[in-house]
């Protein structure tokens, strides 16, 4: 695999019905972004240690599995053009190749394991943390209406954040959705507290800084209808009760801690294992989502 000749949006394929809800999710931002596909099915010679497997050539069937993903785009989306990449390998170092110069990873909820193994918790956890893009797992119920929506998006004011809310103002543009920027704010239980401690005034502050974050975003995005809302609670209940109506919740990967940041492995890992709606999870620094 020539990962720099790999652009525009990449899923990882593994034969599931997941892995099916992943190719659809992927096919239709491709289509809306305007950039080709690639489909991977990574594969690897052992299972489980087992060298009874290691005597089975299952490169025919690894074959197969990906052509049957690439049929299922064409058939989903002739419009979108798409290339299928065949690995043997660790699915989760494969797919972070070849993802490095895409705009896009896109990936199930979960796997079947074993040699395609998209487990969230393993392999996705691994293209979640590590990757130079952004990634979706493409949770969610399959059957739920695509009528008007939101798109929601976690901010608490890190670097990661601050492109969570670029990609969501990206994603909604894109598909003719209203962004909903949720800032959950969490105080510190205090004994005797100060009397100079004004928490109404702390929370209209954060409301505040939250508004100025998103000005240039509103700006760049005329069209797209935008509301910013500060919620007292832990963040994992905020964001996920927000998310229960929403398309898409776009998170960053690492917080401040400041609203109890949104740190990967506590709160986004949380997410993106229980979320009822895709999930997007954004890195700072890297190549912006459109």
Same mark, same amino acid.
């Given at each position: 695999?020539?990962?720099?000749? =790999?652009?525009?949006?990449?899923?990882?394929?593994?034969?599931?019905?997941?892995?099916?809800?992943?190719?659809?999710?992927?096919?239709?931002?491709?289509?809306?972004?305007?950039?080709?596909?690639?489909?991977?099915?990574?594969?690897?010679?052992? =299972?489980?240690?087992?060298?009874?497997?290691?005597?089975?050539?299952?490169?025919?069937?690894?074959?197969?599995?990906?052509?049957?993903?690439?049929?299922?785009?064409?058939?989903?989306?002739?419009?979108?053009?798409?290339?299928?990449?065949?690995? #043997?390998?660790?699915?989760?170092?494969?797919?972070?190749?070849?993802?490095?110069?895409?705009?896009?990873?896109?990936?199930?909820?979960?796997?079947?394991?074993?040699?395609?193994?998209?487990?969230?918790?393993?392999?996705?956890?691994?293209? $979640?943390?590590?990757?130079? #893009?952004?990634?979706? =797992?493409?949770?969610?119920?399959?059957?739920?209406?695509?009528?008007?929506?939101?798109?929601?998006?976690?901010?608490?004011?890190?670097?990661?954040?601050?492109?969570?809310?670029?990609?969501?103002?990206?994603?909604?543009?894109?598909?003719?959705?209203?962004?909903?920027?949720?800032?959950?704010?969490?105080?510190?239980?205090?004994?005797?507290?100060?009397?100079?401690?004004?928490?109404?005034?702390?929370?209209?502050?954060?409301?505040?800084?939250?508004?100025?974050?998103?000005?240039?975003?509103?700006?760049?995005?005329?069209?797209?209808?935008?509301?910013?809302?500060?919620?007292?609670?832990?963040?994992?209940?905020?964001?996920?009760?927000?998310?229960?109506?929403?398309?898409?919740? $776009?998170?960053?990967?690492?917080?401040?801690?400041?609203?109890?940041?949104?740190?990967?492995?506590?709160?986004?890992?949380?997410?993106?294992?229980?979320?009822? #709606?895709?999930?997007?999870?954004?890195?700072?620094?890297?190549?912006?989502?459109?």
């Amino acid at each position: 695999m020539d990962a720099n000749a =790999i652009s525009g949006v990449v899923v990882g394929y593994d034969g599931s019905q997941n892995g099916v809800r992943a190719l659809d999710w992927a096919a239709d931002e491709a289509r809306a972004r305007g950039l080709p596909l690639t489909v991977v099915h990574a594969w690897e010679a052992f =299972i489980g240690g087992s060298m009874a497997m290691a005597m089975v050539d299952l490169g025919p069937l690894a074959q197969e599995t990906l052509d049957g993903g690439v049929e299922h785009v064409r058939k989903h989306a002739p419009d979108v053009p798409v290339q299928g990449v065949l690995e #043997c390998g660790q699915s989760a170092a494969k797919l972070l190749e070849a993802g490095r110069n895409a705009a896009l990873i896109v990936l199930g909820p979960r796997g079947l394991g074993g040699f395609a193994g998209l487990l969230l918790g393993s392999v996705g956890a691994q293209v $979640v943390a590590h990757a130079s #893009c952004p990634v979706v =797992i493409a949770r969610g119920d399959p059957d739920r209406p695509a009528g008007p929506g939101h798109v929601v998006v976690g901010v608490d004011g890190s670097p990661a954040s601050r492109a969570a809310l670029a990609m969501a103002f990206t994603e909604a543009g894109l598909h003719g959705l209203s962004v909903h920027a949720v800032a959950a704010w969490e105080p510190e239980p205090v004994k005797d507290p100060p009397p100079l401690v004004d928490e109404a005034g702390m929370r209209e502050a954060a409301t505040t800084r939250l508004d100025r974050l998103m000005i240039p975003l509103r700006d760049r995005h005329p069209g797209v209808d935008a509301q910013a809302e500060v919620k007292a609670g832990a963040p994992r209940e905020v964001l996920l009760d927000a998310a229960q109506d929403a398309r898409l919740l $776009v998170v960053g990967s690492r917080g401040l801690g400041g609203f109890r940041g949104l740190l990967l492995g506590s709160v986004s890992h949380a997410l993106v294992q229980h979320a009822p #709606c895709p999930v997007a999870v954004v890195h700072a620094a890297e190549k912006p989502g459109g």
